[in-house]
């Protein structure tokens, strides 16, 4: 394990934020279960408090610790497809175990595993899962490389981890903005499931 993964398991245990490359975008996180941090994070991001955010997770067992019951359906269709990767899974999940303002106020969950080593190893070190936005304030472009991140931003996080965002962006993409490059979105909390957001996997 790297200094720097070191550095960022330690600081968001203590209680900070940090920004970390995943495999799609830069992402901004810190633990799901430190209510002032999210709060803070939020106020960093300009995020409104109605949007829910997705979290981050080093694997199933780690989703499932907070999410309802996860059909069956979606494991053999979803989870053992397309995790880790590029695809946030909606579920109901468990309300007394997700603070409010991650949820959004309502009573699911968007969970990811993302197929990257860095952000892999942060969140089995810390041990629960992180929230896991794009770091940029709201409303501005995602950063898919270290020069887009937004200096502003950074000096208000106590840590960057460097790197690269490992996924391979088709040809097309490569210099827009799009929402294709960030992960696929789908709610499952509903029959028939619902593309919430068309990213990088097509479903």
Not at 39 to 62: H, S, W, Y
Not at 67 to 80: A, C
Request: hydrophobic residues 40%; neutral net charge; glycine residues 8%.
């Amino acid at each position: 394990m790297t200094e720097q993964i070191l550095s960022a398991i330690k600081i968001l245990n203590e209680g900070g934020i940090v920004i970390f490359p995943t495999d799609t975008a830069f992402g901004i996180g810190c633990r799901i279960d430190n209510e002032e941090t999210i709060k803070k994070l939020f106020q960093i991001r300009k995020r409104p408090e109605t949007q829910a955010t997705p979290v981050l997770i080093a694997n199933e067992k780690m989703a499932q610790d907070y999410l309802e019951i996860i059909p069956e359906d979606v494991k053999e269709k979803l989870i053992d497809k397309y995790w880790p990767g590029a695809l946030t899974i909606v579920l109901p999940c468990q309300i007394n175990k997700v603070p409010s303002l991650v949820r959004g106020g309502e009573n699911n969950l968007g969970v990811r595993m993302p197929n990257h080593e860095t952000t892999l190893e942060i969140i089995k070190g810390v041990g629960v899962p992180i929230l896991g936005p794009s770091a940029n304030f709201h409303g501005e472009k995602t950063p898919y490389v270290f020069e887009d991140l937004n200096p502003e931003l950074v000096k208000l996080v106590d840590l960057v981890v460097p790197g690269k965002c490992s996924v391979k962006q088709p040809a097309r993409l490569a210099s827009e903005n799009v929402a294709g490059r960030a992960s696929t979105v789908v709610d499952c909390s509903v029959k028939p499931w619902k593309i919430l957001r068309q990213g990088i996997i097509n479903i």
